[in-house]
C-alpha cells in the first residue's frame, strides 16, 4: 500500500481495521465499523485493510493478531489495539481525538 502516508495524514482521526476475510473475528467487525463509520460521518475516516493484499504494510506494522485496530490523526498513532471492539468505544476514542484537532 504505496499510498499508507497519504492515508493517515488527514487533520480527522481515521480509524484502520486490519482483517483477513477468513479469519471470523474480522468479518465480525464489518457491521459494527460500519455502524462506526455512519455515527462519525465527516469527522473521522474508517478504512479496512486485507492483510492478505498488504502483506508488507502488517509486517511493517507487526500486525499479528487480527483484528487490529489503530488510530492516527496527523500521520501519528494515537491508538491501538487488537481483538474485537464494540462500536460505542470506538466512537468514543474517535471523538475523543476529533474533538483535539
Do not use: C
Not at 509486517?59 to 464494540?86: C, F, H, N, V
Request: proline share 4%.
Amino acid at each position: 500500500m504505496s499510498n499508507f502516508g497519504t492515508l493517515i495524514d488527514s487533520d480527522f482521526p481515521v480509524l484502520l481495521d486490519f482483517y483477513t476475510d477468513w479469519n471470523e473475528a474480522s468479518t465480525t467487525m464489518h457491521p459494527v465499523l460500519r455502524d462506526v463509520a455512519a455515527a462519525m460521518g465527516d469527522h473521522a475516516k474508517v478504512i479496512k485493510i486485507n492483510i492478505d493484499k498488504n502483506p508488507e504494510l502488517a509486517e511493517a506494522l507487526r500486525i499479528k493478531t487480527i483484528p487490529t485496530l489503530m488510530i492516527y490523526q496527523r500521520g501519528e498513532m494515537r491508538w491501538r489495539q487488537s481483538g474485537e471492539q464494540d462500536a460505542n468505544t470506538l466512537i468514543a476514542l474517535i471523538q475523543k481525538f476529533a474533538t483535539k484537532t
